[in-house]
DNA sequence: TGCTTAGTTCGAGAAAACTCGAACTTAGCA
DNA sequence: TGCTAAGTTCGAGTTTTCTCGAACTAAGCA
């Protein structure tokens, strides 16, 4: 978490994030975030799955859909991957072809302290 | 079978209710509650209301559905309630011709703590 | 007895979500 | 130059959910 001090300019906002990341595809602000759209995000066991394995197997790195290994078909990743972008659950940057997310733990800490905890907590089918 | 409340000083038996309530309407037991199920019910505003305005206005009384106010058709209003009690987010007691809800608190808390905090953290639409 | 009340079930239409194949896009690479 | 990989969008079929009216049920009561 140390900020990279020396590269930021007046007018570039704050990252205290690795240089040069993509842009984040786009999301809803923290502000927009809703309750019920994350909850309805949560609400379907693949995405549960998704967001529990990145939390707890990512190390830090965002991961491609391919990391998961799910079997299903792309169109289906791709549909619930947006879906959970689209409720603010993750964050998604394009690395060239791949596509890679993470979870936004400090806005989901922020604005819904615990939701988290309950998806950790979830114990796999 | 948990071990029973050896090691309980003198605390009053958590339930202090009245005798001979009706027996709740089926519901699923704490042990078969679902995440995905709760969150799923959870995510719809008028559900989230229900539940929240329970948590925070009903005072240890169950209420029957008309107690909410909702401008809504009578059958949507038994969806919804149905929807809450199959969750496991409600319990539903039939007293007459009136049906009283009330948030299966203690149960909700056992299986998925932080839960409730959420639902009373709700700012109203 | 019949009326009112607080619900229910049923069914249908509308809207939303899930699932998936097919065709497409584009970065990297040999 | 063209192939491959990791995704995307599109569209259709299926399923689920929402919404609500209509008809029904049963308790309480004058």
Known sequence: M?????????????????ENLPDPLPEPSVDDLQLEKVLGALADPLRLTIVRKLMLESENYDHTCGWFGFDRPKSSLTHHFKALRQAGLIRQRQYGLERRSRVRTEDLNQRFPGLLDLVTAWHEV
């Open 2 to 18: 140390a900020p990279a001090a020396e590269r930021v300019t007046i007018e570039t906002p704050v990252h205290d994030e690795p």
